[in-house]
C-alpha cells in the first residue's frame, strides 16, 4: 500500500521559517520524481514544488522561488520542504504527492499557518 506521512508543519510568525517532511512507503521512492501541493481554506489545489528522482532538478511556483527548497533523502525516503521567509498567505495544508503510473498519491497534509 502507498502511504505518504507529512510532518512539521505548526505555527510560525511572518518572516519564520519551517521544515516539512513526507516519509513515504509501499513503493520505489527513488523511482519517481515528487511533489508538494498545498489548499489555503476556501481555495483550490496549488502546486508548490516538484523534485526529480535524483534530486538533480527541481522546479517552483512562481510565489515560492527564493524562499521554498525541495529536497529529497532517498535513503530515508523521505521527501523536504525547507520554507523561509513565511508570509500569510503561505498559511495552508501542505501535502506530498507522487504520480504512479496513471494515478496520483498523496498523504493526509500537515497544517501551516503564518500569523502574528
Known amino acids: 500500500e502507498v502511504q505518504l506521512v507529512e510532518s512539521g508543519g505548526g505555527l510560525v510568525q511572518p518572516g519564520g521559517s519551517l521544515r516539512l517532511s513526507c516519509a513515504v512507503s509501499?513503493?520505489?521512492?527513488?523511482?519517481?520524481?515528487m511533489s508538494w501541493v498545498r489548499q489555503a481554506p476556501g481555495k483550490g489545489l496549488e502546486w508548490v514544488s516538484r523534485?526529480?528522482?535524483?534530486?538533480?532538478?527541481?522546479y517552483y511556483a512562481e510565489s515560492m522561488k527564493g524562499r521554498f527548497t525541495i529536497s529529497r533523502d532517498n535513503a530515508k525516503n523521505t521527501l523536504y520542504l525547507q520554507m523561509n521567509s513565511l508570509k500569510p498567505e503561505d498559511t495552508a495544508v501542505y501535502t506530498c504527492?507522487?504520480?504512479?503510473?496513471?494515478?496520483?498519491?498523496w498523504g493526509q497534509g500537515t497544517q501551516v499557518t503564518v500569523y502574528s
Open positions: 504527492s507522487a504520480r504512479i503510473l496513471r494515478r496520483h498519491y
Open positions: 509501499g513503493f520505489s521512492f527513488d523511482w519517481y520524481a
Open positions: 523534485i526529480a528522482r535524483n534530486g538533480g532538478s527541481t
